[in-house]
C-alpha cells in the first residue's frame, strides 16, 4: 500500500492502516475476525481530528494568500489605467500597441478578479464542509469517550485489580481506559452514592471507585478521604496534557484522563450533588510550591438552569458577583460556544479559554490555559489558570483540584 506525503495526521492513519493491512497479508491461514481495540480507535479518532484542522488551516492559509493576490491586482489595476492618461505620447507603432496592451489589461484584470471570487467562493463552501465534519468528528470522540467508560465498568473480574499510579507525563487527551476494575466493583449491594457515603461504609482509602447516584448509572470517580470524611474529585490540573479549551457538551460528559487531568463532568456533578447542598474544596498552587486551601457552600443546579452554582455573598465575591441579594447569586456555567456569564457585552469564556461558572471575566478561571511558565506578554497570561485574590489577575497557577462533598456528614461506621 503507497502512501502520499501529507499532513502528520494523515501519516498517523495512513501508517495505521497499512500496518493493519499487511498484518493481514502475511497470515497464511484466515484468522478469527477481530475488532478495532480501543486503542486503535483512539488513534483514528484523533488522526482524524488532526487532519481536519490541518485541512482548515491549509485552506484559511490559502484564502489569505488569494485576498493578498486580489489586492495587489487590484492596486496594478488602478496603476495602470493612471498611467494611460498621463503617459506621454509615444511613436505610431508603439501608441498602437500600448492602446491594444491598455484596453486589453482592464479585461485581463477583470477574468483574474472574476476568477478569484470564483475561487474564493468554493473556498468558502470547502471550509464551511470542513467545520462541519470538524463538529462530527468532535463528537464522535465524546462518544467513544463515554463508551470507554462504559466499558471500564464491565471489565472482567479475573483482570488485575487497582489501578496504574498516574502518569504525569503521558498525554492523555481522551477518557483513559482502565486496567483493571475499581476496589469494590464487585460489591453485592447498590454501590455508595458519593464518596462520603463510602467513607461512612468504613473505606479509608483514597482512590478510584465505583459510585451510582440516586437516579444515574454508576460511574468512576477519585475520592479523596480524609479524617473528617470522603470528597468527590471533579477537577485536576498539574501538567497541561489535556486540552480543556472544550464546547459546551463536552464539560456536561467529561473529558480527561482520571488518573490525570480531567473534568468530571456537568451532569455526574449534578447526579452527586442532586438536591442536597454540597461544600465547594478549591485546591490551588503556584510555581513556587506555595498552596492556598478554600471552602464554599454551593448548590448546583441541572442542566434547564445551565448547571448554575447557588452561591451565599462570601463565595459570590470570590467569584467576581457584584450586588449580591440576601438570598445569594445563581451563577450559570459558560462555555465559548454557550454563553451564560454576567457580562453582557463580552463571552468570557471565548474572550479567555475553557468553561467556567463566569461572574465577570476577571475574578476567576481554574479551566484556563495551561501555560508550563509565566508568559511575559499580559495579553496572553490573561488566558491562563488564574484566582484574583490569592495570587493576582495575570498569575498563571501551576495546578489546581476541585472536590466536592455532600453538608450532611453523618457519623462514620
Known amino acids: 500500500m503507497r502512501c502520499a506525503s501529507t499532513a502528520g495526521a494523515a501519516l498517523v492513519l495512513c501508517a495505521a492502516t497499512a500496518g493493519l493491512l499487511s498484518a493481514q497479508g502475511r497470515t497464511a491461514q484466515p484468522e478469527p475476525r477481530r475488532f478495532a481495540s480501543w486503542d486503535e480507535m483512539n488513534l483514528l479518532a484523533h488522526g482524524l481530528l488532526q ?26 489595476g488602478a496603476a495602470c489605467q493612471g498611467s494611460k492618461g498621463t503617459g506621454a505620447p509615444l511613436k505610431d507603432t508603439e501608441s498602437t500597441v500600448a492602446g491594444d496592451s491598455g484596453g486589453a489589461a482592464p479585461e485581463t484584470l477583470h477574468s483574474l478578479q472574476t476568477q478569484l471570487k470564483a475561487q474564493n467562493s468554493k473556498i468558502q463552501q470547502l471550509f464551511q464542509k470542513v467545520a462541519q465534519q ?24 479475573h483482570l488485575e485489580s487497582g489501578v496504574a499510579k498516574t502518569s504525569r507525563g503521558k498525554r492523555l487527551p481522551k477518557m483513559a481506559q482502565l486496567i483493571g476494575p475499581p476496589p469494590n466493583a464487585t460489591r453485592l449491594h447498590r454501590p455508595p452514592r458519593d464518596c462520603q457515603e463510602l467513607f461512612q461504609e468504613g473505606e479509608r482509602q483514597s482512590g478510584l471507585f465505583q459510585i451510582q447516584p ?50 468530571l463532568g456537568l451532569e455526574k456533578m449534578h447526579s452527586i450533588t442532586g438536591d442536597r447542598g454540597s461544600h465547594l474544596a478549591i485546591q490551588l498552587q503556584d510555581w513556587d510550591g506555595n498552596a492556598k486551601s478554600l471552602q464554599f457552600p454551593i448548590h448546583l443546579g441541572g442542566e434547564d438552569t445551565a448547571y448554575s452554582l447557588q452561591l451565599t455573598e462570601p463565595t459570590a465575591n470570590e467569584l467576581g458577583a457584584s450586588n449580591v441579594s440576601p438570598s ?27 468553561g467556567w461558572w463566569f461572574g465577570t471575566c476577571g475574578h476567576s478561571n481554574l479551566n484556563g490555559q495551561y501555560f508550563h511558565s509565566i508568559p511575559l506578554q499580559r ?35
Request: some cysteine; charged content about 20%; overall charge positive.
Open 328 to 354: 445569594g447569586l445563581s451563577l450559570p456555567f459558560s462555555t465559548w460556544d454557550q454563553d451564560h456569564d454576567l457580562r453582557r457585552d463580552l463571552n468570557c469564556a471565548k474572550s479567555l479559554s475553557g
Open 134 to 157: 470538524q463538529r462530527h468528528l468532535e463528537k464522535q470522540n465524546l462518544r467513544i469517550q463515554n463508551l470507554q467508560s462504559q466499558i471500564g465498568l464491565l471489565a472482567p473480574e
Open 51 to 76: 487532519l481536519g484542522h490541518g485541512l482548515r488551516e491549509h485552506v484559511e492559509r490559502t484564502h489569505r494568500q488569494l485576498g493578498a493576490l486580489e489586492g495587489r491586482l487590484a492596486a496594478c
Open 214 to 263: 440516586q437516579g444515574s448509572p454508576p460511574f468512576l470517580v477519585n475520592c479523596e478521604m480524609t479524617s473528617e470524611g470522603g470528597w468527590t474529585v471533579i477537577q485536576r490540573r498539574q501538567d497541561g496534557s489535556v486540552d480543556f479549551n472544550q464546547p459546551w457538551e463536552a464539560y456536561k460528559a467529561g473529558f480527561g484522563d482520571p488518573q490525570g487531568e480531567f473534568w
Open 379 to 413: 495579553q496572553q497570561r490573561k488566558k491562563g489558570i488564574f484566582w484574583k485574590t490569592w495570587r493576582g489577575r495575570y498569575y498563571p497557577l501551576q495546578a489546581t483540584t476541585l472536590l466536592i462533598q455532600p453538608m450532611e456528614v453523618a457519623t462514620a461506621s
